[in-house]
């Protein structure tokens, strides 16, 4: 667009557009705030609390985990966790998980990845052997549940990405799992339920859902297959 100037110069200043905004990104970028061990705790924060129910515990394991949300309203807002509580009403256990969580907290305030507790975590097996959780999914220890509900939470938050498999894949274990049934004339089973009855175990996904089918071991969970 043109514009026509009436006026007299007096005096002009040549400006760097591109300069100037990287300037200016450069100061909104210094000024973010990050999480580390200096950051004091707010006096409020965002909670979710997860329900764990366990055969190897006479009682529910409540584990709460509290997120700060640090630039609220900015482009570089971000919602890490902060600490992390276990509550139950059982306390045979209580030493062990009140170090746990007194150590999971100081890792998320010391900022950075702590996505590596999750694998940590769930690597945990159980001396006396772990348990079989609705749907057959098998748990090594009430620590591996632990660490996979730190998984789920992290997952909710954005700081890791869900492993689930896409749409093409679920509709394609749903017609292995139907034509199995079918072969074998068990009931149809509900959404979340077990999977057929004298299922394996999965090596790869750790679910009861490995079957014979066309003489292959295939897992109706995660799509595993002995033959490839």
Not at 17 to 42: F, G, I, K, M, N
Not at 53 to 70: C, G, M, Q, R, W
Not at 113 to 138: I, N, W
């Amino acid at each position: 667009m043109t514009i026509k100037i009436d006026k007299k110069i007096k005096g002009f200043e040549v400006v760097d557009v591109v300069a100037e905004r990287e300037r200016q990104a450069a100061e909104e970028a210094a000024s973010v705030v990050q999480l580390d061990e200096t950051l004091q705790r707010p006096e409020t924060l965002v909670g979710v609390t997860y329900k764990i129910k366990s055969p190897l515990f006479e009682h529910a394991l409540y584990v709460t985990i509290n997120d700060i949300v640090l630039n609220p309203g900015t482009s570089y807002e971000q919602r890490r966790p902060f600490e992390i509580f276990i509550n139950s009403k059982g306390m045979e256990h209580f030493q062990w998980i009140v170090a746990l969580t007194r150590i999971m907290s100081a890792v998320f305030r010391k900022g950075g990845d702590c996505t590596f507790l999750v694998e940590e975590l769930k690597a945990v097996f159980d001396p006396r052997g772990g348990y079989l959780k609705r749907g057959g999914v098998y748990m090594p220890s009430i620590v591996a549940e632990i660490g996979a509900v730190l998984e789920r939470h992290l997952v909710a938050i954005g700081l890791m990405q869900d492993q689930q498999m896409d749409e093409e894949q679920r509709l394609y274990l749903a017609e292995k799992r139907a034509a199995y049934e079918a072969q074998v004339g068990v009931r149809k089973a509900e959404p979340g339920d077990d999977f057929p009855p004298g299922a394996q175990l999965c090596g790869k996904c750790n679910t009861q859902a490995v079957v014979q089918m066309d003489g292959c071991a295939t897992c109706l969970n995660c799509g595993h297959s002995k033959c490839g």
